[in-house]
Structures are given as C-alpha cells and as structure tokens.
Nanobody, 121 residues
Framework: QVQMVESGGGLAQAGGSLRLSCAAS????????MGWFRQAPGKEREFVAAIYWSGGTTYYADSVKGRFTISRDNAKNTLYLQMNSLKPEDTAAYYC??????????????WGQGTQVTVSS
C-alpha cells in the first residue's frame, strides 16, 4: 500500500523559509514523477513543482521559480520542497503526489494528506 506523508508545514513570516518533506513508502518510485501541489482556501489546486525520481529533471510553476527548490533523497525515499523568500500568497495546504510511468495526461496516482503553510506579512 502506497503511503505519502508530508511534514514541515507551519507558520512563517514573509521573506522566511520552510522545508517540506514527503516520506513515500509502499512502492518503488524509481520511474515516477513526484510533484508538489498546493491549494489555498476558495481556490483550485495548483501545480508547484515536480521532479523525476530517477533522473532529477525538475519543473516549476512560474510563481515559485527561483524561490522554491524540489529535490529527493533516494536512500530515504523522501521528497523535499525548500521554500525561500516566502510570500503571503504562498499560504496554502501543500500536497505531495506521485505519478506512475504510463499514466495518461496530468493525473497523479498517489497523494499525501497535505500540510498547511501559512505566511504572514
């Protein structure tokens, strides 16, 4: 059974930093695309960043490019999102997700439960 558990959320001031972690278990993720998404109250879920577990190729939303860094630790089966220069508009619940090879379109197959990030001005 696949489990993805986020941690590291909390309260930060504008300009500050937080690092989110996502511990993944129950599957070999070596060929998966791993992503971070976020959803603010009253808004749709949006893509933040993604990385191929095996090759390390990364993708970022324009809104976080240059401020956030996605990475993974293969030995620990853990996905990270380093968030710097935080802004109040980064406030949201953040979710990690995994997409298996061959999954059609933008669908992600597995999701964590989310961790809240609140940025005060």
């Amino acid at each position: 059974q696949v489990q993805m558990v986020e941690s590291g959320g909390g309260l930060a001031q504008a300009g500050g930093s937080l690092r989110l972690s996502c511990a993944a278990s129950g599957h070999s993720f070596s060929s998966f695309l791993m992503g971070w998404f976020r959803q603010a109250p009253g808004k749709e879920r949006e893509f933040v960043a993604a990385i191929y577990w095996s090759g390390g190729t990364t993708y970022y939303a324009d809104s976080v490019k240059g401020r956030f860094t996605i990475s993974r630790d293969n030995a620990k089966n853990t996905l990270y999102l380093q968030m710097n220069s935080l802004k109040p508009e980064d406030t949201a619940a953040y979710y990690c997700a995994a997409r298996a090879p061959g999954t059609v379109g933008d669908k992600y197959d597995y999701w964590g439960q989310g961790t809240q990030v609140t940025v005060s001005s």
